[in-house]
């Protein structure tokens, strides 16, 4: 077989294994028979669906421990194992190259083949006509699906790359070689051709899921909303007149792959396609989650309405959810404290992302007129004066040493110093190595005790409306500065104010603040976006279009003395892991050497 035909034979990817549902439900139970050509895949209805559903299982996975790029790639954690985070750890240490890179999905060796799912996606587009028994608004359905998926997988290689080959078409094996090895397309001209495979997407695609078993299925709302935030990374500072990275990046011919002129219409083409996704998001009943009432007033209200917002499963906020159910090595079972073997009790936010938190008044801590700063390593009480008199989301998402951790449907006392029950003790390998725990992302209803083993599974947010409020803040800042302050402010405060936070007037009148300056507002925008969507995935990302790598990724991660038995020594600060963000290198990921070999018109991203 020629490398042509080995590089991009056709894998009938007819498993289940990117299943969309967490319910039990035909969607997620079908396993497909086995098929032996593409006309055998589309003879009947149900080997048609099956082919459809398999076109779902290229997606990146969002939960998985080996595998997550964005959760476990940034500072916000840092985790004691290096068998399970081990990409994503040698990444953050610097060691992120072009031979072997990690996370590779654009090459057929890679961990998941963005182009054979796009192709997959063709095949599908090329076939469905041929099947008996479909009515032709489930074929324009069907069709809308395959046609997002090949947007939406083009959308993850863009992200990452930077410049990429589009795959417009089916390509023939037997096509030319100026067709089958192409060159990559100009960013901005990639990001047009995203944008009109989800328009073509969203003409296709029904308005609202109308049935439980299909959850996952997308949407229009869930395609506007990935047009949306492609549009506002591609207008962020990484792709946005980027002349100091990106001056000279060009195509064998010459063909520059990067707009090097900044372009403020960008910023207000971002805004008006995410206020098309929020008004169709509300029209349809999305909404910010609110939790039934709780005991304890507005704190604690506000506290569970954030902790829920996340692991109600298909709850009135998400828009669009990765529910391929958590495996025994997931999110839950490794954030949760030390209860049994069974509990790992490992993943620790970093000190950074503890003080990335606001104070009960809404303020960042360094801000807050009363919030004790400079001592805040100090004791108070039980614990220290960093983890006193801090916003709602803060307690629902950071675990500390004498605070509680809600999971086994009970409150579990942390005792995180040498030797206590979730602390360090030599020899153990499965620790905080940060003295925090991350309680975001765990169901309070979760049990993993001695002997209960039952984890509460939800679909992990891709898309939930606190982003969208996020996102059109952040474009409407940069387009219109402060005279459109207002509206801003108004969908800042719908996310604080479900939380408990106070608003920002009223946070910042306490140092005597009335308005902002556009990069006053940014920052606090990217604080707000940095908590909210906090261990969601968003910051290895947002981190990387902000141009904030060095500032952020290149630092030590810290922690505290988790050696330490006496309190005065547990609460000094220490480095617990070196990080390293080479620049410009690390903004983009490399493409494998092996393919710029296999493909001469490709050319490498700068830096590698």
Known sequence: MSIKNKINKVVLRLSIAGALMVTSCNYLDIVPDDVSTVEDAFKRPS???????????????????????????????????????YYAKRMMRGELNATDPFFDYWTPSGEIDMYDGIRQCYIFLNNIDKTPGFTEAEVTRMKGEATFLIAYYHFNLLRQYGPIVLMENEVPFDAPDEVFFAARKPYDECVDFVASKLDEAISMLPGSIASSSEAGRVNKVIAQSIKARMLLYAASPLFNGNAEFYEGFNNKDGTPLMNTSYSEEKWLK????????????????????????????????????????????????????????????????????RVTGEAYNGQAPS?????????????????????DYSDRYDMADSTIVLHRNREPRFYASIAFDRGTFLANSTEIVLKMREGEAHGWTSGQNNYSPTGYLVQKGVHPETIITASQNQVVNYP????????LYLDYAEALNEYYGAAKHNEVISYLDKIRTRSGVPTIAEAWSLVGKSSFSKEEMRDIIKQERSIELAFEGHRAWDVRRWKDGVKEFNVPAQGLNITASAPEDFYKVVNTENRVFNSPSYYLFPIRISELEINQSLVQNPGW
Request: hydrophobic share 40%; aromatic share 16%; proline share 7%.
């Open 47 to 85: 080997e048609a669906m099956n082919f459809l559903y398999s076109l779902y299982s290229f997606m990146p996975p969002e939960n998985v421990m080996f595998d997550a790029i964005a959760l476990w790639g940034t500072d916000e954690m840092v985790t004691p194992w290096d068998r399970f985070f």
């Open 270 to 337: 971002a805004a008006e396609e995410t206020k098309k996704a929020i008004d169709q998001a509300e029209g349809m009943g999305v909404m910010l989650y609110e939790h039934s009432v709780v005991a304890g007033g507005s704190d604690e209200q506000g506290k569970i309405n954030y902790r829920y917002s996340m692991v109600h499963p298909w709850n009135k906020e998400l828009i669009w959810g990765y529910s391929v159910p958590e495996g025994y090595y997931g999110w839950q079972r490794h954030s949760m404290p």
């Open 351 to 371: 000190i950074s992302m503890v003080e990335t938190y606001y104070t009960e008044n809404g303020l960042p801590i360094e801000v807050d007129p009363t919030f």
């Open 460 to 467: 992990w947010p891709l898309v939930r409306l606190a982003e």
